[in-house]
């Protein structure tokens, strides 16, 4: 079972003693923004999108920061892109529906607003399909909201050591900053390792391979 929060905040205090539980919670909460800006992967999850018959394009939802695999029921699509299927598919777009197959591709693509900003993501078919049902996407996910003392940090995480040096790092700049480098290089080790072990684990996932031997030592 994975760390809380409260668990993290709690070894970070056998280092910085004077460290409060509220403030301990915010440090992690920091730690965590960090982690996933530096680890896409780290919060991983899927979304459900339902099919309509003879529709190509569906909107994504908007924290999803990255996909990584899509499927129709049990078969996985292969990606691939518009700049592709104007190549090797002339008229892609009036092409007939066809039943999803393993040979039924995604592609990604953006809605841009006024001022050229991107309104929204969206994930194509390449055919349309002929029958309704599900689309799982799955991939990287936006943090939504604040950590809690009770809140686990996430399942895919092995152990909690880069959350326990980046909380421990944030409170010695606070509390002793001149020992502050070194709990800072502690949390850039510990986050490395972390990184290659999400990214190793990623890449099984995402060619459906069976994740095995994959060991992240404590």
């Keep these: 079972m994975a760390d809380t929060v409260n668990q993290i905040v709690a070894e970070a205090q056998k280092v910085a003693r ?5 403030r301990g ?6 730690v965590h923004s960090i982690l996933l800006s530096e680890i896409p992967h780290l919060k991983r999850g899927s979304v459900n999108i339902s099919l309509v018959i003879g529709q190509q394009d569906y909107d994504l939802d908007e924290n999803i920061l990255q996909v990584d695999a899509v499927y129709v029921g049990t078969i996985q699509l ?4 518009i700049e592709d299927l104007n190549k090797k ?3 892609w777009r009036g092409a007939a529906n066809e039943a999803v197959s393993e040979g039924t591709q995604y592609f990604l693509s953006s809605v841009v607003g ?14 349309k399909p ?9 991939g990287s996910l936006r943090q939504t909201g604040a950590l809690i003392g009770t809140n686990q940090i996430p399942a895919v995480v092995p152990h909690s050591r880069a959350y326990i040096e980046g909380t421990t790092w944030l409170a010695a700049r606070e509390l ?9 290089q502690l949390f850039l080790s510990e986050m490395d390792r972390l990184k290659r ?9 995402k060619d459906n391979k069976p994740f095995r031997n994959i060991r992240m030592e404590p």
């Design 89 to 91: 598919a002339k008229g």
């Design 176 to 184: 002793f900053p001149q020992a502050s480098a070194a709990y800072y």
């Design 130 to 138: 002929t029958a309704t049902g599900t689309m799982t996407v799955h």
């Design 78 to 81: 292969s990606e691939t892109t």
């Design 18 to 22: 004077s460290l409060t539980s509220a």
């Design 114 to 127: 006024s001022g050229d900003v991107i309104s929204k993501n969206q994930i194509g078919l390449y055919k």
């Design 25 to 30: 919670i915010e440090l992690v909460n920091q």
């Design 197 to 205: 072990y999400i990214e190793t684990k990623n890449e099984l996932l």
